[in-house]
């Protein structure tokens, strides 16, 4: 079993940036690849980034590659999301997510564990 949550959300400008953390409970937390997707309203929940259980892989979405970056500290068991040049569109509700494997997919259905999410909001 593994807990996630999520912080670091908030209100920001168009282009700046903010950084989002999920700390994860439990002591396996380098079991798992981690992901982070997000939900806008009325839209379906799309991933952003992946990354695998020792960091060595990282994935993103077409849409954030070179302005969003995925990392993770095993020893504190917590993964992040760096994002920068943030535009309207990337105003959703952001989740992170846990698997039991080392590859990150973007299939929101292949995560067992969800944190309840944190509200990124960007303006124009």
């Known amino acids: 079993q593994v807990q996630l949550v999520e912080s670091g959300g908030g209100l920001v400008q168009a282009g700046g940036s903010l950084r989002l953390s999920c700390a994860a409970s439990?002591?396996?937390?380098?079991?798992?690849?981690m992901g982070w997707f997000r939900q806008a309203p009325g839209k379906e929940r799309a991933f952003v980034a992946g990354?695998?259980?020792?960091?060595?892989?990282?994935y993103y979405a077409d849409s954030v590659k070179g302005r969003f970056a995925i990392s993770r500290d095993n020893a504190e068991n917590t993964v992040y999301l760096q994002m920068n040049s943030l535009k309207p569109e990337d105003t959703a509700v952001y989740y992170c997510?846990?698997?039991?494997?080392?590859?990150?997919?973007?299939?929101?259905?292949?995560?067992?564990?969800w944190g309840q999410g944190t509200q990124v909001t960007v303006s124009s």
């Open positions: 997510a846990a698997r039991p494997a080392n590859t990150a997919y973007s299939v929101p259905n292949s995560y067992d564990y």
């Open positions: 439990g002591r396996t937390f380098s079991s798992y690849a």
């Open positions: 990354i695998s259980r020792l960091g060595l892989n990282t």
